[in-house]
Structures are given as C-alpha cells and as structure tokens.
C-alpha cells in the first residue's frame, strides 16, 4: 500500500506501465504524454512528480524549468527515475530543480537513505514496476 505522506502523486511514465496503478490508488495519476504533462499539472496541482528518465529525456530539461519558474509549483517535489548514475547529468538535473534521484540498485538495498524517502513516498510493488519498464 502506498503511504499518504503526498497527497497527489504524478507518475509520468511510458504507457506500457500498468495502469492498474493510477487505477487502485486515487492520488496517483499516470501520464504518457508529454503532451498532456502541463494540462494535467494544473488540474491535479500534485505533490510531488515522479519521471521515468528514459522516457523523457530529450524534453526533461524543459519540463523541470518550466515547473520551477512558475511559482504556483514551488512545493511541488521532482523524482527522477533513472537506470544509471550519471555524474554530469544528474548534477545538471539537481541544478535545475530536481529533488530525488532513484536507481535500480538503491531499490536492491533497503538501507540506503534515498529508498527510506522513497519509501515514504510510494510502496516498493508501484517502483518495482517502474524498473520493470524501464529496462
């Protein structure tokens, strides 16, 4: 079960991700479209966003800014999923606003910090899936 510490969750993710997800949690809404991102964002004003980095990429950089110049998102937390560390890049993404970083091997080892705040967040089954369809 995923515990309630944010109240509206946004998972932007590829649509093979199941959406059984979006469908047993109420708070979790789930986005294919990048398209459809910002539309969404204003609707459900989430707490926090979670991004598949292979999925958004090429339009992550743009997306991260946009939200973090406008000041009705200023508590709005970024998660990034990503299948490997990368120095730079990742360096670029905190620069730019976002606030976690999530890796297949943090999720094998339960005693890192960055899964205790995961965690908190969302249940090991909804980023198990998220790795699933990542590679």
């Given at each position: ?43 459900m004003k989430p707490d926090l ?43 670029f993404l905190k620069a730019i606003?976002?606030n976690y970083f999530v890796y ?32």
């Open positions: 079960m995923i515990r309630q510490r944010f109240k509206r969750v946004l998972l932007v993710a590829p649509d093979n991700s199941p959406r059984r997800l979006a469908a047993e949690y109420q708070y979790v809404k789930h986005v294919a479209e990048t398209s459809k991102l910002f539309p969404t964002i204003f609707d966003i979670l991004f598949d980095y292979a999925h958004v990429n090429k339009d992550i950089e743009q997306m991260v800014r946009r939200i973090r110049v406008n000041p009705f998102y200023k508590k709005t937390k970024i998660c990034c999923y990503k299948l490997r560390a990368h120095t730079a890049t990742d360096e606003g976002v297949p091997e943090d999720l094998a080892t339960e005693s890192t910090e960055q899964v205790n705040i995961f965690t908190a967040i969302l249940d090991a089954s909804l980023m198990r899936v998220l790795a699933k369809v990542a590679q």
